[in-house]
């Protein structure tokens, strides 16, 4: 009832607080302060909320919205002036964090994408997937700092129910970071990062791939999607010639020992909460960008290459990973392909009580080669709706190839060859379909006698 009470009167409290009322009653400043006239309050950035240190009875700060004109901030006496008396101050809890929240939606983005699945694979119940649903948030708070987070519900988030019985489902930030920006070239970032080995994982949204799977190399070797907790620092630079230079280098917590084969590195994907080990991995990416004529044709080419290391025991045996990526675009033809190579040291899965005691695998590669070609017969656009005059047939392929442990033959080796077409309605939605033939051991025939699946998705952002 106290609280009550408390709230009530607080927002009762009369327009008075906006005069003269806060004034000291001998007109003068305090001891060591410094008048207003020599030093004005301190301004925030246009549209940014400012935090005052006035007391206030109610206690915690005072939260201040500048002018969005840009005009002077208010003057002293007021509720949110500096130079206010802690009974001024007392303004309304609720119209501090009314003010502070509109000042983030004002500036806030909101979006996302989503991505549902049916799967028919040989051997095997088909089904329904609802794969993902992502929003993704982006906050400027100050012309050089900035805020961003991705949130991802797989499956339908939590709970979730697989083989008759429910469990935990996933519900994650794949993304939350802070980035401060002092030049192109020098980004700080901390946070939840995306790890930038290779093009793929850092781009990795479902409506920009024109298949639905994503590429087995990019799922076991390269754990797509790879997030990890930590910072670094990230830039650009133009060189001559149109080439634009970019760089990825961050700290992370790094793998952990659950290294194996058939699955890779997936299981050993560092926690965002602790590390096995007091070594801290480094991951980064130099990439090379260009776009622009090269005779007659408009060329886009991204080409990157990857490097990481990291203890991933407490014993400091280390993983240690290399890869290149490209990424060709010439009218409707694209052409994007990844490779990694993984050498680790001889260690086994033993840093927990519920470790399999396995020997983790001292070499692995993999790698993948896509290409596709996007057109439209102008007979069939001039008959389509004039909203769909600027949608698109996809024809895609793509080899991947994956050696979970290169010292022997196993499940862990797989190929994979997929073939796909996709019609993309608008350039936010995508209808994709493919056929998947899949063979398992050894380094065979991928077309002899393979596992067959179909995969169909409807991919889009919002």
Request: charged share 20%; with cysteine; proline share 7%.
């Given at each position: 009832?106290?609280?009550?009470a ?8 009369p ?10 009653a001998?007109g003068?400043a305090a001891q060591?302060e410094?008048p ?7 301004r925030?950035?246009?549209g940014?909320p400012r935090v ?5 009875a ?6 201040e919205?500048p002018p969005?004109d840009g ?11 500096p130079?206010a008396?802690s009974?001024v101050s ?6 501090d964090?009314k003010?502070?929240?509109?000042a983030?939606?004002?500036r806030t983005v ?5 991505e549902?699945a ?7 119940d088909s ?6 649903v992502?929003?993704f948030l ?6 050089r ?6 949130i991802?519900?797989e ?5 979730l129910k697989r083989d008759g019985?429910l ?9 939350a970071a ?5 030049f192109?070239?020098?980004i700080l970032?901390?946070g939840?990062?995306l ?5 793929f994982?850092i ?7 024109d ?8 799922t ?7 997030f990890?907790?930590g910072?670094?620092?990230?830039g650009?630079?133009?060189?001559p010639?149109g080439?634009d ?5 961050y ?7 659950k ?6 590195y997936?299981a050993?994907r560092?926690s965002?909460?602790q590390d ?28 990157g290459?990857s490097?990481?290391?990291?203890a991933?025991?407490r014993?400091g045996n280390?993983?240690?990973?290399v890869?290149?990526d490209l990424?060709?675009h010439v ?7 990844e490779?990694?190579r993984?050498f ?6 033993d840093d927990?009580?519920i ?5 983790v695998?001292t ?11 996007h057109v439209?017969?102008?007979a069939l ?9 600027e949608?698109?047939?996809t024809?895609?392929a ?6 979970t442990?290169?010292?022997i033959?196993?499940?862990?080796d797989?190929?994979?060859v997929t073939f ?5 309605f ?5 209808w ?7 063979h ?7 077309f002899a006698k393979?596992?067959l699946?179909?995969?169909t ?6």
């Open positions: 009832m106290r609280l009550v408390a709230c009530l009167l607080l927002c009762a409290i327009a008075w607080a906006d005069g003269d009322a806060g004034a000291r001998d003068g060591g410094v207003p006239a020599e030093q004005p309050p301190p925030a950035p246009l940014v005052m240190a006035t007391p206030r109610s206690g915690g700060p005072v939260i919205l969005e005009g002077p901030a208010p003057p002293k006496g007021t509720a949110a002036s130079g008396s009974e007392r303004t309304s809890i609720f119209s964090l003010s502070k929240a509109e983030i939606i004002n909101l979006g996302g994408y989503g549902f049916f799967v028919k694979r040989q051997g095997e089904y329904f997937e609802a794969r993902r992502v929003a982006h906050a400027p708070i100050h012309e700092i900035s805020f961003t987070t991705e991802e519900f499956h339908g988030g939590s709970p019985a469990g935990a489902g996933e519900v994650q930030l794949e993304f802070v980035d401060l920006k002092f192109d070239q020098f970032r901390g939840i990062i790890v930038p080995f290779g093009r994982n781009n990795h949204d479902a409506p920009t791939q298949l639905t799977d994503r590429p087995l190399v990019l076991y070797l390269i754990p797509s999607t790879w990890e907790a910072a670094g620092l990230l650009k630079q133009k060189l010639g080439v230079l970019t760089w990825e280098a700290v992370v917590n790094g793998f952990d020992a290294i194996r084969d058939g699955l890779g997936r050993a560092g965002k909460l096995n080990n007091d070594d801290k991995a480094v991951v980064g990416r130099l990439g090379f960008y260009f776009f622009g004529p090269i005779g007659r044709r408009t060329v886009q080419i991204d080409l290459v490097g990481y290391t990291g991933y025991d014993r280390r993983a240690n990973l890869g290149g990424a060709l009218a409707g033809f694209e052409l994007i392909a490779y990694v993984g680790n040291d001889p260690g086994f899965d927990y009580p470790s399999t005691r396995e020997a695998p070499a692995l590669q993999g790698l993948f080669v896509e290409a596709h070609y439209m017969p102008n656009r001039r008959r389509l709706p004039s909203w769909l005059r949608s698109v047939f024809l895609a793509r080899y991947d190839l994956i050696d442990d290169r010292n033959k196993s499940s862990g797989r190929q994979r796909g077409l996709n019609y993309r608008i350039e936010a939605v995508v994709k379909h493919e056929l998947q033939l899949d398992v051991g050894g380094a065979q025939n991928p393979p596992d699946g179909y995969v998705s409807l991919a889009f952002l919002y």
